[in-house]
């Protein structure tokens, strides 16, 4: 495990792009959705990402190959709403182990593909973590403000499950990504340290924010910095920023807790801001000309995409982000 933290002081690390945008271009159907395993399934799956690891196994393997080609070094699961708590939209928290299980062994297996085609360059798993669609520090019911839709401790369950299926899958690191509530958060590093315990290991561990507008804050009202010192418990590998906003948007920010982290830092960010369809219309170059700034100023140590980006952009960022060296630790020193 101590591989992926040695590279991380020789250079950048590029991580991959959006899952999802890449699914849609697929433009699946219901059909497509359920597979012939779910073909008598009781209510509509379409739009359970997580589900085509099953489903349609060869196109989450194309999508993991796709980003590979274009220079990542690391690759997300397609598991980022598998929870029983984001599975209980479509009565499918009974499906969750495998959800996890499937989508870690898809991504592992596509990963040693390419240690053998490219032995000298090695490549990584990140099991991706969502923050579900509930968060635990603020009640949904603007009438009853002490109300909440999930304690800590359903967290903590619920995460524990898919930590456990991503580690028996093969994952190399695990990745708690757009956080908008920090105590989802918590209780996602508490599960993780819960499966480390019991196992025996010690997997490296990323932590992503995501800055919800110009405020500067996350949902639950942190700021950067506060944010950075709420995780900082945990002995992360990195800690960083993805989604909500583009790569410009995102460097006041990064460069908050790039001076004060002692671990890495990763960013992530959209391909910039929705347009009014809610699509994503930065291009490749665009992007990458943006994260230059990141490379120039020494902020980052794992770069790559979120919302809208796409193979092509990866490969834009991956060429932007050779030549650099990555951020200097702290413990590097």
């Not at 967290?155 to 524990?160: C, E, F, N, Q, V």
């Not at 801001?273 to 930065?282: Q, S």
């Not at 991956?318 to 020193?333: F, H, I, N, T, W």
Request: charged fraction near 25%; hydrophobic fraction near 40%.
């Amino acid at each position: 495990m101590s591989l992926i933290k040695d590279i991380l002081k020789e250079r950048i690390l590029v991580l991959d792009g959006a899952m999802g945008t890449m699914i849609q271009r697929h433009n699946f159907t219901e059909e497509d959705y359920r597979g012939a395993q779910f073909k008598d399934f009781h209510t509509s799956v379409k739009g359970n990402n997580d589900m085509l690891s099953i489903t349609q196994p060869e196109a989450i393997k194309e999508i993991h190959r796709k980003y590979f080609n274009a220079g990542a070094d690391i690759i997300e699961t397609n598991t980022f709403s598998a929870t029983t708590i984001g599975m209980a939209d479509y009565d499918m928290e009974d499906w969750v182990y495998e959800l996890n299980y499937q989508s870690a062994k898809i991504a592992k297996g596509v990963a040693d593909e390419y240690k053998i085609s490219e032995p000298n360059k090695p490549r990584f798993v990140a099991g991706s973590i969502g923050p579900t669609n509930r968060t635990a520090s603020m009640s949904p019911d603007v009438n009853d403000p002490g109300f909440r839709a999930v304690t800590f401790n359903d967290l903590r369950i619920a995460y524990k499950q898919q930590v456990e299926a991503l580690v028996d899958g093969g994952v190399d690191m695990l990745l708690v990504e757009t956080v908008f509530d920090t105590l989802n958060a918590k209780a996602a590093l508490f599960a993780i340290e819960e499966v480390n315990e019991e196992k025996g290991i010690e997997i490296p561990i990323m932590v992503s924010g995501t800055i919800t507008d110009a405020s500067g804050r996350t949902l639950s009202g942190q700021t950067a910095e506060a944010f950075l010192i709420s995780v900082s418990h945990i002995d992360l590998m990195t800690v960083g920023f993805n989604c909500a906003l583009g790569a410009n948007q995102l460097t006041p920010y990064l460069q908050i807790i790039s001076d004060k982290a002692p671990f890495g830092i990763s960013a992530h960010p959209n391909a910039g801001l929705p347009n009014a369809f809610g699509e994503y219309d930065e291009t490749p170059k665009q992007m990458a000309s943006q994260i230059k700034e990141y490379l120039e100023k020494g902020l980052i140590n794992i770069i790559g995409g979120c919302c809208g980006t796409t193979p092509e952009h990866i490969k834009a960022i991956a060429e932007a982000a050779k030549g650099y060296k990555p951020r200097l630790v702290d413990s590097d020193s």
